[in-house]
């Protein structure tokens, strides 16, 4: 087995554990476990993640175990570790009666704290998530009977929270308390939370965390309620009025009239999985789409004439309104299926009519859309507000010369075609000259808006500083601002 950090942690020898501490932790071959302790506290989880084994960590100071390690399936009595390798097979920790258990996962490591008591197992879970780390998620996960999280302090929630404020943190846990709830409503920066809007994961139902939410008149940030039916949820109504929430996603949306309530919320922005099949018979001609950006997949499949005339009827609906600042899709959620050209043709008619939009995301991991992309790209092209083009991938493989993009940019001087990672698509040469001019482009637009005072000596110094050795952009500048130039060659004689 590969040796954990030796700067960070010490071998325990096994007739140094107590009993409780070991017996019930070994690998799949029935070997125990190897126990560290720390020799000093870690600077990152990272340190852990460069352990590369599956082993234990004894805290000496309230006797709980930290079991590193892939999981693999957490049951009610036992939690069974994916192998790493051959020298770290997989491994198998049963739970006795009394011990408390609660679940760290990370990006690239997953923690599993064993002890006797709540409060020991809640000390040694705000000891780790107080470690930096460079992951994007968290979960937290515990059951009733292994863990009561009201235990977790306010001090110890505001750790998690103030060391990973860009993460998303989700809570699959019981009886969060009134204070807990107030704290997660109330808490003064914007976060990004998973969460269980039900009486098994709130002690008074979410009674509290909703009604906080109503209250809050700074941005929230961003809710992901887990993949449940709300319907009869009046909690969950509520919550929909709560103006603070920047983002509301749902993973999965089926009942109609959830559809209608969702559609109704005061939120910034809703992200949701419509299940079509479920969706079918919707009157969307007379649905209310509060929500002006919105993030939709379409679990469909294009086969039904019943599922294609929904999606067309959802994009027709869009166009009616009129009001929409962002739309997000994903036409082919989990499918491969070929994208009827009637259901492009309605999208394109939603984007002509938002002349407001600023964002448009396209997501197709099978390149369902890419036949229809020059026709989205003449619609793009003639939208002068827009943006940001989103795209999960560009299609090099037909427009390996990037045609369609160069001849967009040279149309829509306002636009960036951006991957999901907010990355620009280029070709490290002609795109990036074009990028580049349409910034210069811009940024004589603004000058429209200066007095005409401060507009001769401006134009003068960006003609001599950032356009002298630029025939396009010199010619653009003095075809556009010919009088502030004519002024300035005025005072300067």
């Known amino acids: 087995m590969s040796s954990p950090n030796a700067q960070l942690l010490k071998l325990i020898p096994a007739s140094q554990l107590k ?20 020799l000093r506290a870690p600077e990152s989880l990272e340190e852990l993640v460069e352990c590369h084994s599956i082993f234990s960590i004894l805290q000496e100071t309230n006797d ?3 079991l590193v390690g892939p999981l693999q399936e957490i049951g009610s009595d036992a939690v069974s570790f994916e192998a790493v390798d051959a020298k770290n097979p997989g491994g198998l920790v049963t739970l006795a009666d009394d011990d408390r258990c609660l679940f760290l996962m990370y990006n690239h490591v997953n923690c599993t704290i064993v002890g006797k008591s709540d409060v020991a197992v809640a000390e040694t879970a705000a000891f780790l998530w107080s470690l930096q780390d460079e992951s994007w998620r968290i979960e937290i996960c515990c059951s009733t009977r292994r863990f009561n999280f009201s235990v977790v302090s306010l001090d110890q929630l505001n750790g998690l929270f103030q060391t990973h ?5 989700k809570l699959d846990v019981t009886n969060i308390s009134l204070a807990q709830s107030r704290f997660l409503a109330e808490y003064p920066d914007r976060i990004d939370l998973i969460l269980d809007l039900s009486a098994e994961a709130f002690a008074d139902g979410g009674d509290t965390f909703v009604h906080c939410l109503r209250e809050r008149k700074s941005s ?25 929430i920047d983002k509301l996603v749902l993973p999965y949306v089926g009942p109609q009239q959830q559809i209608h309530l969702i559609f109704s919320a005061l939120v910034a922005e809703v992200d949701l999985t419509i299940e079509v099949d479920a969706a079918q018979g919707l009157d969307w001609s007379r649905m209310n789409i509060v929500p002006k950006e919105l993030t939709i997949a379409f679990k469909v499949e294009y086969d039904s004439e019943a599922h294609t005339d929904c999606v067309c009827s959802f994009f027709r609906r869009l166009a009616e309104l009129g009001d929409f600042v962002k739309l997000d899709f994903d036409l082919c959620y989990e499918s491969d299926s070929s994208v009827p050209s009637r259901v492009v043709t ?19 991991p099978h390149g369902q859309v890419t036949p229809y992309l020059q026709d989205i790209f003449a619609a793009v092209a003639r939208h002068e507000g827009l943006e940001f083009l989103r795209l999960d991938a560009y299609p090099a493989e037909t427009d390996p010369q990037y045609n369609m993009l160069k001849e967009l940019l040279k149309t829509n001087r306002n636009i960036q075609v951006i991957d999901y990672n907010w990355y620009t698509f280029t070709d490290d040469d002609e795109i990036d000259r074009l990028y580049a001019f349409n910034d210069f482009f811009g940024d004589c637009q603004d000058l429209l808006e200066e007095s005409m005072e401060l507009l001769p000596s401006l134009v003068g110094e960006i003609l001599t500083q950032c356009a002298s050795h630029d025939f396009r952009r010199s010619a653009f500048l003095m075809a556009n601002h010919t009088e502030a130039l004519c002024e300035l060659m005025q005072y300067s004689f």
């Open 346 to 364: 309605a999208l394109i008619d939603a984007i002509d009519a938002n002349q407001n939009l600023q964002e448009l995301a396209l997501y197709q």
């Open 19 to 38: 009993r409780h501490q070991h017996q019930r932790i070994c690998y799949k071959d029935g070997d125990y476990w190897p126990t560290y302790k720390f």
């Open 220 to 244: 929230f940030g961003a809710l992901v309620l887990f993949a449940k039916d709300y319907t009869q949820n009046e909690n969950f109504r509520l919550l929909l009025q709560a103006e603070a």
């Open 165 to 169: 404020p860009n993460v998303r943190i």
């Open 64 to 66: 709980t175990r930290i």
